[in-house]
């Protein structure tokens, strides 16, 4: 990274920098914005997990600036009495002990606070830069945007939170947060990452390396194949906060059909139609499993139309590791578990994957052979 914001601050003519200062700041411009883009991508790895732990309802109330945790007894127990009144506690989490909840609490509160800390780090740093004068206009209004919407996801991820302490519209459904505002909140995230990182590129690479002409014409080449592929896998990983939103990942766990059939019967079951695409859990999982597959095939094209061009190695490194990933991420899905060709089951721990190693033996055990 250094050696290319060196050789960008030649300044050629015409070339418009959006750090000021010399390669020093350029380079330590950069080093924030990657430093943030990957506390963000640890953000949405931290939300994954507290969502598979079932933890993110623990905490019933929400404060812009954050709060202290319990510090004592009588703070546990009257945030476990708190819990105590929501639809999760009563219909899912029911006899759950004190003990219990504090890791499920830990593990919500660790997520708000992780966020919080992603406010410090990038507000402090931007003040620092603005001040030295480093920062040009265009460069300051990315990054308020950018700090703009990632205040704005501790509001998004609150109005989550909110809609699963509601009572579930029927006795029998499981509470849970609405499959559209988790998509709103991931789809945030992911905005805010690419955001960043995109930013940091143009920062401390305002220009593509130009040691051969070649090069600048196959990664134009690059560039227009590329751009269809990163949307269909926007769409993809948007699809999938469906099938999380909507539990959907638990209906179906054979592949490439779904239980008996390629194509389950139930899929156009709601009204209006279009509901089906967004809340049907059979649908939702359908559309997923195409869009993924699309994915794969689109990457793999990527890859086959650029074996030819002459671009730089680090582009044709790039594109063979995105397509390992591809491969590696379709091949990790696809390895679920199967105890019966038509298995809708939900595997669940005692309070709903309350443990994240409780979650991983549910799954795993009916592998597990004798001996082994």
Known sequence: ???????????????????????????????????????????????????????????????????????????????????????????????????????????????????????????????????????????????SALFALGAGQGLIGWWMVKSGLEEPPSEYAQPRVSPYRLTAHLTSAFVIYTGLFWTALSVVMPEPPAESVAWVRGAAKVKKLALPVSFIV????????????????????????????????????????????????????????????TTLLSIGALWWSTRKLDIHPAIRSLIGSTVGMAALQESRTHRLPVNKPNNRHYCRSPWGFQRFSRMCMCHLAPHIRPGR
Not at 89 to 115: C, P, Q, T
């Open 1 to 143: 990274m250094s050696t290319a914001a060196a050789v960008g601050m030649e300044n050629k003519e015409g070339l418009k920098l959006l750090v000021t200062g010399g390669p020093r700041a350029q380079k330590a411009v950069g080093i924030w914005l990657f430093g943030s883009a990957a506390w963000v991508f640890s953000m949405v790895i931290l939300g994954g997990i507290t969502r598979l732990t079932r933890s993110g309802l623990s905490m019933t109330d929400w404060k812009f600036t954050g709060s202290l945790p319990p510090l004592s007894d009588e703070e546990w127990l009257q945030e476990f009495e708190k819990y105590k009144q929501s639809p999760e506690y009563k219909r899912v989490n029911k006899g759950m002990s004190l003990e219990d909840f504090k890791f499920i609490y830990w593990m919500e509160y660790a997520h708000r606070m992780w966020g919080r800390g992603l406010g410090i780090i990038f507000a402090l740093p931007f003040s620092y830069f603005l001040r030295k004068g480093y920062i040009t206009l265009r460069l300051g209004l990315k990054l």
């Open 234 to 293: 926007g769409i993809t990983a948007v699809s999938g906060a469906f099938v999380a939103g909507n539990d959907a990942g638990h209906a179906y766990n054979t592949f490439p059909k779904m239980g008996d059939t390629w194509i389950p019967d139930d899929i156009f079951n709601m009204k209006p139609l279009i509901r089906n695409f967004f809340e049907n859990t059979s649908m939702v999982q359908l559309d997923h499993r195409i869009l993924a597959t």
